[in-house]
């Protein structure tokens, strides 16, 4: 059974740079796309990017100027870095593993999530 | 890219039959057969309940079922029990690639 566990800083001061780190047990973090979704505190559910076996990545539009997820294999890790926090960046961010049956990626495995706050 | 279009509530009965939309553009939805659907409950990740638009994982109940048509999509619970009550997110993959969410719909069991 694959599990996912994100960490985290917990609090952070505007305009610095948050960093999270996913570990993935049960399984290889090789040959599959890895995501990072956050969701605001009572909000709705925000795709961040994801980031293929292969290390190509795709990233939300809206936040690609401060956003980059990285993979490392050797540690079995997922990683998410985002600059320029603001408190509107206060949320749960959660790392998910992502199949691909042939039409399109979508999140199967999903870590509990962890609440970052914004905050000086 | 915009947020898919979901109701914010629907609600039903025990043991009614309730249907969740998801509309989306020709952009995403309109062409692309990767529609998933995830439950979450209060405090909890979410939990993938359909994917491939009407494709069920291992383990998730029959009542749960989805489908499409044009640029929406649509999660149909039957038999509403009262453990399904939840918040209901639809997703979608893109022309450009990326995978935009639904805003959220909120099912309450009368």
């Known amino acids: 059974q694959v599990q996912l566990q994100a960490s985290g800083p917990g609090l952070v001061k505007p305009s610095e740079t948050l960093s999270l780190t996913c570990t993935v047990s049960g399984g290889s973090i090789n040959s599959y796309y890895w995501s990072w979704i956050r969701q605001p505190p009572g909000k709705g559910l925000e795709w961040i990017g994801f980031?293929?076996?292969?290390?190509?990545?795709n990233y939300n539009p809206s936040l690609r100027s401060r956003v980059t997820i990285s993979v490392d294999a050797s540690d079995n890790q997922l990683s998410l870095k985002v600059n320029s926090l603001t408190a509107a960046d206060t949320a749960f961010y959660y790392c998910a593993r992502m199949l691909d049956s042939g039409y399109g990626p979508f999140a199967d495995y999903w870590g509990q999530g962890t609440l970052v706050t914004v905050s000086s | 890219q915009s947020a898919l279009t979901q109701p914010a509530s629907v609600s039903g009965s025990p043991g009614q039959s309730i249907t969740i939309s998801c509309t989306g553009t020709s952009s995403d939805i309109g062409v692309y057969k990767c529609v998933s659907w995830y439950q979450q409950h209060p405090g909890k990740a979410p939990k993938l309940m359909i994917y491939?638009?009407?494709s069920r994982p291992s383990g998730v109940s029959n009542r749960f079922s989805g489908s499409k048509s044009g640029n929406t999509a649509s999660l149909t619970i039957s038999g509403l029990q009262p453990e399904d009550e939840a918040d209901y997110y639809c997703?979608?993959?893109?022309?450009?690639?990326?995978?935009?969410f639904g805003g959220g719909t909120k099912v309450t069991v009368l």
């Open positions: 491939d638009v009407s």
């Open positions: 997703t979608s993959y893109t022309i450009t690639r990326t995978v935009v």
């Open positions: 980031i293929s076996y292969s290390g190509s990545t």
